[in-house]
């Protein structure tokens, strides 16, 4: 019985950001992986695992702004690791930075950073991930104090903590990430990462000299005010999980606590800004 696994095939449009938060609800509800596919991603549960809510989470989950279908069938596993080795694709940034699985062979280039996902959000593969590290690439963290707030896999602290930040502090509000952040910065020999399981109410008499935070459009404008509050004058914000059509709105709101927009990147539509305190 232990090998017997449901799949369940989610279509989900658009695809982001519910894919994302599809997985973490998933998550919670006892799902054991997730591979993403063109339109949506495939999920797996154990049979004797699955209860009868799971659809009605899913269910719920639906919106005006998102729509998820989905089908499902049982499955005999055979090898689930020999799964995730084929689906789970070593990444590489500006050829120097590669992200991969412990599994993928070193390719030696000069940051090597080594991530188990398993059902966190930051693998590289996302454009987000991808231009925050971009980002932190070009910058001088020697001894920057850092937040990395909505860590996921913990792999911007993780970069941070190589490029010489520190002390850093990453957070997020879900459960798996905390514990899954706490496993990748032990495998990356981290010593300068303290991991948090919440959200803004955390960061009450905090202060920071670089904030990190790929999140989505409407968590980062209603804890805006928080996060500014928390940077040092001269400090660095980058900011990511929104689009290029949402810059206007995003900016309207970081510029009101005397930051300004320095740069951003963009790639397929999904954009990351790099605002400096004035
Ligand atoms: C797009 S992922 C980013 C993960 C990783 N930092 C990266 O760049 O790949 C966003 C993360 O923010 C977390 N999150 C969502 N809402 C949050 C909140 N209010 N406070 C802290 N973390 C939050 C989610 O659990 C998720 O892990």
């Given at each position: 019985m232990d090998n017997i696994y449901i799949e369940y095939n989610f279509t989900i449009s658009p695809k982001e950001p519910a894919t994302e938060i599809l997985i973490a609800e998933l998550g919670n509800v006892g799902f054991e992986s997730f591979v993403e596919t063109e339109n949506g991603v495939t999920a797996y549960i154990q049979k004797n695992d699955y209860k009868a809510e799971i659809l009605e989470n899913i269910f719920i989950l639906n919106s005006e702004d998102f729509n998820i279908e989905y089908n499902s069938k049982e499955i005999e596993q055979t090898n689930w690791n020999a799964e995730w080795e084929k689906n789970f694709k070593p990444i590489q940034v500006d050829d120097l930075v590669s992200i991969r699985a412990p599994f993928h062979e070193n390719p030696n280039l000069q940051y090597d950073i080594v991530i188990e996902p398993k059902m966190s959000f930051g693998t590289g593969h996302h454009e987000t991930t991808h231009m925050m590290v971009q980002h932190l690439l070009k910058?001088?963290?020697?001894d920057k104090k850092t937040l990395d707030m909505g860590c996921g896999t913990g792999i911007l602290a993780i970069f941070a903590e190589m490029k010489g930040a520190k002390p850093i502090d990453a957070i997020d509000i879900d459960n798996w990430c905390y514990e899954n952040s706490l496993e990748n910065v032990e495998r990356n020999k981290c010593t300068n990462i303290s991991v948090h399981e919440g959200d803004s109410s955390l960061l009450i008499n905090k202060k920071y000299d670089l904030i990190i935070a790929n999140i989505n459009r409407n968590i980062l404008l209603m804890d805006m005010n928080i996060y500014t509050n928390c940077l040092n004058e001269k400090g660095i914000l980058l900011l990511s999980g929104?689009?290029?059509?949402?810059i206007s709105t995003i900016d309207a709101e970081v510029s009101?606590?005397?930051?300004?927009?320095e740069t951003f990147i963009e790639r397929n539509n999904w954009v990351a800004l790099k605002y400096n305190k004035l």
């Open positions: 910058l001088n963290l020697e929104f689009y290029e059509q949402d009101k606590y005397n930051l300004k927009l």
